[in-house]
């Protein structure tokens, strides 16, 4: 039998080379990196006109708060949607690989998204506007709360000895900010382009369409990977009758909940800085939408540049270190953000959002290997993708429809900041109780 060291190496039990090791992990990296970009595009398109565009398209029988909220509320319901696909996909990454997920998640999110670009407003089709496009953001939340899963095993079990799984988890995460960059860039584009009444009419529509293209160049580049190696040892070793999802919650609860809490938080300082700030921006500082789409570029920037630093450092140091220490930051710079946005000076905003997302970097960088990392083969899948898709339910799903209204009631950024510092506690808490993973043999 071929070992996975041989597997992974891409050599015969001889010792006779067929292929490199670095090239053959670059690839894996390359393309979890590459597909997962695109489905968070897809995913953060559709949260760029939610507060720019869809109160008044899909949600315009409302009134203007009320359609902001209902707005929001439809962003959020693919946070609800996650962690069911996070069990789907889960229990089929355990048990027919971790390729099959790549591919099918990321046709899912795909179709689902041009589909957007294609429905009619509420104007002309009243209530089965919003409807279909709260089906179509179910669809994408599914396909999301799979795809994480199978991206981050790869790259992880493909380094199962642990020498640079955090920087190799981390290309995943950046693969966020990557995707915000490209729809926010496109948003900004299209704004840039059109006239409001243009933008309105049909201009909205370009960012969803255009990702057809994208899906398609991800799929080419999935389709060309080869199987988690463990998970093909395992294959041979273990019989493929056990559940993955009773198991996981039968003798994992534990992992499962720290994994959860070690991620709460990060999600809602995300979508604080970013979400949040476009709505933040236009309603209460009267400020031009634009100024709000630059931070985001500018938060963006700062996470692609902090993510694969971190995960390097993750790998010298620790995963628990990393995260405690942009936790900390992050409770500090709550009260620090909303201080400097509110000047109202826009050089002042663009720094606040990317020293804000460069702390978070930190704290969302390691996750892709120290959740992974606290799981077995046979249920790695399940485990680490339901770990790190239920955290979306208490974070990232209610924090804007939390801090729009936190601000209208108070007249104040001071409650957001209180409820950010609360949330990135409890990661303090939750990475003091787990154990450090960072030289964790996955082998075993």
């Given amino acids: 039998m071929t070992t996975l060291a041989a597997s992974a190496a891409g050599t015969t039990p001889s010792g006779t080379n067929t292929t490199k090791p670095a090239p053959s992990m670059k690839r894996v990296a390359g393309a979890s990196l590459a597909g997962t970009t695109l489905e968070f595009y897809d995913h953060f398109i559709y949260g760029s006109a939610a507060a720019l565009v869809f109160p008044k398209l899909f949600f315009s029988q409302a009134s203007p708060m009320t359609a902001m909220l209902l707005s929001l509320a439809s962003y959020g319901v693919a946070f609800v949607a996650r962690p069911f696909g996070a069990a789907l996909f889960g229990h089929f990454g355990d048990k027919l690989g971790r390729k099959w997920v790549l591919v099918v998640t990321l046709l899912m999110m795909g179709l689902s998204t041009f589909s957007i670009g294609l429905l009619p407003s509420a104007a002309s089709v009243g209530m089965l506007a919003p409807l279909l496009l709260v089906m ?79 899906i398609a160049v991800g799929l080419y580049i999935r389709m060309g990977l080869t199987e988690s190696p463990l998970f093909e040892k395992m294959e041979k070793e273990e019989k493929q009758g056990h559940a993955p999802l009773i198991e996981v919650l039968k003798h994992h609860k534990k992992a499962v909940g720290l994994a959860l809490g070690s991620r ?15 709505v933040y921006l236009p309603q209460q500082l009267q400020l031009p939408k634009s100024i709000g789409l630059q931070a985001v570029l500018v938060g963006a ?39 400097l946005v509110n000047t109202g000076s826009t050089p002042l905003i663009l720094l606040a959002a990317f020293i804000a997302m460069f702390i978070v970097a930190a704290m969302f960088s390691p996750l892709a290997s120290f959740i992974p990392e606290m799981f077995p083969t046979k249920v790695r899948c399940t485990g680490s ?7 979306g339910i208490f974070g990232g ?44 043999n996955l082998e075993q």
Wanted: aromatic share 12%; hydrophobic share 60%; net charge neutral.
């Fill in 136 to 214: 179509l953001r179910i669809v994408q939340g599914l396909a999301l709360g799979g795809e994480w899963g199978g991206a981050a095993l790869m790259v992880n079990e493909f380094d199962p000895a642990g020498k640079r799984r955090g920087f190799y988890g981390s290309l995943v995460q950046v693969a966020a900010p990557i995707g915000l960059l490209l729809a926010n860039g496109m948003f900004a584009g299209v704004t840039w382009w059109l006239d409001e009444a243009a933008f309105l009419s049909w201009g909205w529509r370009i960012p969803f369409l255009s990702s057809a293209l994208l």
């Fill in 264 to 278: 709460i938080g990060s999600d809602i300082a995300f979508y604080v800085f970013t979400l949040f700030l476009l």
């Fill in 301 to 339: 920037l700062a996470q692609i540049i902090g993510i694969p630093l971190f995960g390097h450092l993750s790998d010298k140091i620790g995963r628990r270190p990393i995260i405690l220490g942009g936790a900390l930051a992050g409770i500090v710079w709550a009260f620090g953000f909303f201080a």
């Fill in 385 to 391: 993708s339901m770990g790190f898709q239920l955290a």
């Fill in 397 to 440: 799903a209610p924090a804007p429809l939390i801090a729009v209204p936190l601000v209208a009631a108070f007249g104040s950024s001071l409650p957001v900041s209180i409820y950010l510092a609360v949330a990135l506690a409890l990661i303090v808490v939750c990475v003091l109780a787990a154990p450090e993973t960072a030289h964790k």
